[in-house]
Structures are given as C-alpha cells and as structure tokens.
C-alpha cells in the first residue's frame, strides 16, 4: 500500500525582525528605518513517509520543529520549500486545551469544532452525548465554557477531535491531558482507530507513549531528522540527546 | 530556487453548509446571549429604532417628510456598512482559534462575519417596506427587486472589504482604530445628512467612489423618489463593488496561508 503522506524537502523559517512593527503607525513612523531581521530555521530538509495504517511517532527536544512539522502537515502552516503530498484526509488533534468560545456552552463549542472538523451536523447531533460522556461533561452540558477549567475545556476538544477521526490522526501530546481514567480512555481510543486501519503521527517527550504506540519513530534536532527506525531505539537516542550538551547554534524555537 | 508544493484531500468539508450554518448562528447566539429576550431584541431593534428615528425627525423635520424618509435610509444603511465592515476587519483574528485547530476555508469565517448585520438590515427594509405601503407610498416590485439588487452589491463590497482586511489586521494591528477614523469621516462623505446637489457636480463623481454613497442614493431613488437610475450608473456600481470584491479576494489569497503564523 502507497503513503498517505509524503514530505520532502519540508524547510520552514520565521523571520524575526529586530525591532517589532505591528502598527500602521509604527510602519508609517519607522518606514525609513532600518529594520534587520534574523531567519530562524525551525525546519530543514525535513522528508518522511507515513504508510497506510502505520503508527509513526515523533519525538525531539523544545524546540527541535515538532510543532511546527505537525502544522505543516495538517496544512495549518504553509512550507517555504519541499513538497508535502497528503493522500487522504487527516484530523489533526493540536493545541486542544485552549481556545473555545467562551461565551458558548459545551454542545454549541462542539459544534463549531466538529464542523471545523470536517463533520457535518447530522454526525454531530448524534455523536453529541458520546462526546460529553467520553469527556464525563454530561452535567455540564449547558455551562458556558467561561466557567471549565482548563482539564475539562481539554477533555471536551479531545473528546471532540477523537470522534472527529477521518482517515490519518496528527496528536500533539495528546496523553498529558486530564486524569488517570481520561488517559486510559484516550489511549483505548487510539488503540482502537489504530486496529481499524487509521493512520497516526503521534509526537510525544515521553519515551514509553511512543515506544508503547508507534512501531518506528522519527527524532528531530534542530530542526533536521537525525534518525528513522524503531521506535524503542529512537527513544533511547533521544534519552541520550537530552543528556549531551547543547550544540553551538540555539536551538529553533516552535513557532 | 526554492520549490514548494503541498495537495491535502480535503477532510470532510464537502458538509460545507454546516459549517457555514453553524458559523451564523454561534455568532448570533454569542451577541444576543442564547436568551429568547436577545433574540427578540434582535428582532425588534430594527423596528424600534426605526420609530424613533421617525418620531423624532417627524417633529424636527416636520415639513420636509422626504428628507425624513431619506435621512432614515441612509443613516441605516451606513450602519450597516461600519458594523459589516467591523466585524469583518476582525473576524479572523477573533476566530483564530478555530484557524490553528485543523485545516478548513478559513474564508467561511470572514465571508459570515457579516451575518448579524446582514439579519438587522434585512429586517430594517421589511419594515421600512411595510411603513412606505402603510402611508401609501408602496414602491413598485421591480423598484423592492432594485433595491435587493443594491443590498446584493453592498454585500459584495463589504465582503471584498473584509477578506483584504482581516488578513491585513493581522499584521497591523491598529487597522481596526484607523478604519473606524476612517468610517466616521466617510459619514460625512456619504450624502446621508445632506443632499448631493449642495457640492458642485464635478465633485459627485469622486463621492460615489466611497461605496455606500451609491448604495444610498441609488436605494433612496427607487423606494422613495420611484426614479431609477440609468444603465449607466447601474453598470459603474457593479463594477465598483465586483473589483472591491476582486481586489480583496487576490489580497486574501496571497496572504491567508500565513495567517495562522501571526496568531
């Protein structure tokens, strides 16, 4: 069976000015002035595959490009080169905990998320209960998001995304998320979509989640891929780079 | 060089419409509070504000009723502009925490962003419709079909607006106090409080490039003096507002990809 994803070539920098213009005013004011900028690499070079049904993880240190490779894939981020092909369609599960309509209560966030999501309202209006109950929000069902707290606003976008899966599952940490009995429920999920055949990127720091879930791994340092295999070896390699001293060059920052 | 090259299969959004829906009615919901007394309001703003404006410029303008009727026009209709406009300008960065959620046509956001004002427009005509055949005054049905078609153009140019807009509020974030300088100058541009044939003509041409003046006077000439204006001025307005539409669907090609990176 073919990939459902192939990148290439990904490279992605941010350009950091020296001095920051957000304003018209300030461009208006400033607009004769000087203003140098520093690139920073996030992403070189960066190149993989994901086949049909594999478990891939990726793991690397703050500030090694995961965050950004993520979003790159789920197409919320444009590359500056490469070429990245997505062959089947993908739910991405990224910064979940935050960002809700505060003024909305958790069915009317759920339906904006899960539309956002690619689901359409008649899948929503029956996946409605199973999502509060797979969160254990039922009671607060009808309580604006303004009064969760920021475990509850997480569970209830997992809950969301994990029923929002189309084909390939992109998750960011998505086992530091609520309690013992949430974690179990996620990770049951995940086996389950898993066994159904579903495609899944997973990026984690914790060694065992990606040695558990994925058969091989990618790890990212500054920005490169510095080894492709299984996933158990990936992992002690990574425990390794956390011990050695920083390289020279500052690592890039997730933008 | 640098070659880039990215095809995503689309996740699901062929249920386009639910999105579209839901976008409309959270933003409702989110103004009026989800209460059957904000929806009411909603409803009944338009109508209220309607009589006043009415009563008071029946007692101030007590001998000119054609100056009233004009007056209530166009200041609604100006509404409409600056609270469309608003909201467009910052519609993406108020959603954008949908925008690093999943990849969608982020351009749904911007595009819905007028609904509210759209709902109280729609329902300030129907009232100023049943007010003009209550006092006898009915305009025709091709003159009520005119004047859906200038709403239509006003739609276009606001929706052209906002996508160039929100994109360019992203990176520059006094946009939104410049254009409300902008708005309460153009007020005085747009004849909403005095009548075009005060200025020189010479000048007329240069004020209908502010858009709402020709939504204004063109609406006002239908439903209230029964004149349509000629094809002419007709195919000037719909070139206006397809080129405001045009212009700010290229800015907000060019620049959407990278939105996601200024939130």
Redo the contacts between chains.
């Keep these: 069976m073919g990939p459902v994803i192939e990148a290439r070539g990904i490279?992605k920098s941010?350009s950091i000015p020296s001095v920051r213009r957000?304003?018209?005013?300030e461009?208006a004011l400033d607009f004769f002035r000087p203003r140098p900028h520093e690139r920073l690499r996030v992403l070189e070079d960066v190149g993989f595959e994901l086949r049909r049904g594999e478990s891939l993880g990726i793991m690397g240190r703050n500030g090694s490009g995961k965050s950004t490779l993520l979003?790159i894939v789920?197409?919320?981020?444009?590359?500056?080169?490469?070429?990245?092909?997505?062959?089947?369609?993908?739910?991405?599960i990224?910064?979940?905990g935050?960002?809700?309509?505060p003024?909305?209560?958790a069915i009317?966030n759920i339906?904006?998320?899960g539309?956002?999501?690619?689901?359409?309202?008649r899948?929503?209006r029956t996946a409605t209960q199973d999502i509060l109950a797979f969160a254990e929000l039922e009671r607060f069902a009808h309580l604006e998001l303004r009064h969760y707290s920021s475990g509850m606003a997480a569970r209830l976008a997992y809950a969301v995304a994990f029923r929002a899966v189309?084909d390939v599952l992109i998750l960011d940490e998505i086992f530091a998320v609520g309690d013992a009995g949430f974690k179990e429920r996620c990770q049951g999920r995940y086996r389950d979509l898993h066994r159904a055949g579903h495609s899944m990127l997973l990026v984690s720091h914790e060694p065992r989640t990606i040695a558990t879930f994925c058969k091989r791994a990618l790890l990212l340092d500054h920005g490169r891929i510095v080894m492709d295999g299984p996933s158990a070896a990936v992992a002690d390699r990574y425990l390794m780079l956390l011990t050695e001293a920083p390289a020279e060059h500052a690592p890039a920052a997730a933008? | 060089m640098?070659?880039?090259?990215?095809?995503?299969?689309?996740?699901?959004?062929g249920?386009f419409g639910?999105?579209v829906?839901?976008?409309i009615r959270?933003d409702f919901?989110?103004r009026y509070?989800?209460t059957v007394g904000g929806f009411v309001w909603a409803l009944l703003k338009p109508l209220t504000m309607f009589l006043v404006l009415l009563a008071v410029f029946s007692y101030v303008f007590a001998s000119e009723p054609q100056y009233r009727l004009d007056l209530i026009i166009g200041l609604f209709l100006y509404e409409f502009f600056q609270e469309a406009t608003k909201s467009g300008l910052l519609s993406l960065r108020a959603k954008?925490?949908?925008?690093?959620?999943?990849?969608?046509p982020s351009w749904v956001v911007v595009v819905t962003s007028a609904s509210n004002a759209a709902v109280t427009l729609a329902l300030f005509s129907v009232v100023l419709l049943v007010f003009l055949a209550l006092s006898g005054r009915a305009p025709t049905a091709s003159a009520v079909a005119l004047y859906a078609v200038y709403q239509l153009h006003y739609l276009a140019i606001v929706t052209g607006f906002s996508l160039a807009a929100s994109v360019l509020f992203m990176?520059?974030?006094?946009?939104n106090q410049?254009w409300e300088v902008v708005t309460h100058a153009g007020f005085f541009v747009a004849p909403i409080i005095y009548p075009l044939g005060i200025l020189p003509e010479r000048m007329h041409g240069w004020l209908y490039l502010w858009p709402p003046t020709p939504i204004i006077l063109f609406s006002r000439s239908v439903l209230v003096d029964g004149r349509v204006p000629s094809a002419l001025a007709h195919a000037l307005l719909t070139v206006e507002a397809v080129g405001i539409l045009a212009i700010g669907a290229l800015v907000y090609r060019a620049r959407a990809?990278?939105v996601?990176?200024y939130l």
């Design positions: 490279c941010f957000e304003t018209v005013r461009h979003k789920a197409g919320i981020y444009a590359p500056d080169a490469g070429t990245l092909a997505v062959h089947a369609p993908l739910t991405p990224l910064e979940l935050v960002g809700w309509n003024d909305l209560d009317d339906e904006l998320l539309t956002v999501m690619g689901m359409s309202l899948e929503l189309r933008i | 640098t070659s880039v090259a990215t095809t995503h299969v689309p996740a699901g959004h249920h639910g999105l829906w839901t976008l959270t919901k989110t509070h989800g954008g925490y949908l925008l690093t959620k999943a990849r969608f990176r520059f974030r006094d946009l410049v990809p990278r996601a990176e």
